[in-house]
């Protein structure tokens, strides 16, 4: 199998951030904390905010502008892990794509981190100094329901369920050390499933897409905000 192209990488991480900060923005308003209100709409904004920093880089090789490469490709084209393209989940479920993911998303930054290419390594260093506050509040719900007797069956079921999509973050070479921090903080084996990989596509993403940019298609081609 051959290795993904730089701007093939730069769009798995910038379409996942872009998702998933949708998605995680549909919580405001309506979380059960007004905390959690505030902390997944600041999580949300920081996501989506990755995404765009990625999708310039991407942008500049493709000869276009960011704008157009995060809105105006087809659906097809995405290259989003199905995990980030669930809606709206129930907040067991919510909590544990959460935490997958950005357990699976600190394994690939680090990865990128010790990139030979400067560029690339730089902005996922940057990207992880502002995905550390992510991890310690995915961590402090996870050690909340682990240590409830009520939510931790809960949990359990949300990430035996979401497991095979968390494992579609990575490629194959990455799932092991996933693997291996996820059975470590739980302190059991989760199940031996097949990846729900990337190119699979949710069919939420459609619905998804075609929210996110229908103000940008209503305008006329070229038109300037």
Do not use: C
């Not at 949300?44 to 990755?50: M, P, S, Y």
Request: glycine share 4%; proline share 5%; hydrophobic share 45%.
């Amino acid at each position: 199998m051959s290795s993904p192209s730089r701007v093939d990488l730069l769009l798995d991480l910038a379409d996942d951030e872009l998702i998933l900060g949708w998605r995680n923005s549909e919580w405001t308003g309506i979380a059960p904390f007004l905390e959690e209100d505030v902390a997944f709409s600041s999580i949300a904004q920081n996501e989506i905010g990755h995404a765009r920093a990625l999708y310039e880089l991407a942008a500049r090789e493709l000869g276009t502008d960011a704008d157009a490469v995060a809105f105006d490709r087809p659906v097809a084209e995405y290259r989003s892990a199905p995990l980030v393209e669930l809606r709206r989940l129930e907040w067991a479920r919510t909590i544990a794509r959460h935490w997958l993911y950005e357990t699976a998303d600190a394994v690939r930054l680090e990865v990128l981190k010790a990139s030979d290419d400067a560029e690339l390594a730089g902005i996922a260093a940057k990207i992880d100094r502002e995905e550390v506050y992510h991890r310690i509040h995915a961590e402090m719900w996870i050690d909340r329901l682990l240590g409830s007797d009520e939510g931790r069956p809960r949990l359990d079921a949300a990430l035996d369920e979401l497991w095979p999509y968390a494992l579609g973050v990575l490629d194959d070479e990455l799932r092991p050390e996933l693997v291996t921090r996820v059975e470590a903080k739980l302190g059991r084996s989760l199940p031996d499933v097949d990846p729900v990989p990337r190119g699979k596509h949710e069919t939420e993403l459609a619905d998804l897409l075609e929210e996110m940019t229908s103000v940008r298609r209503s305008a006329p081609a070229g038109a300037r905000w």
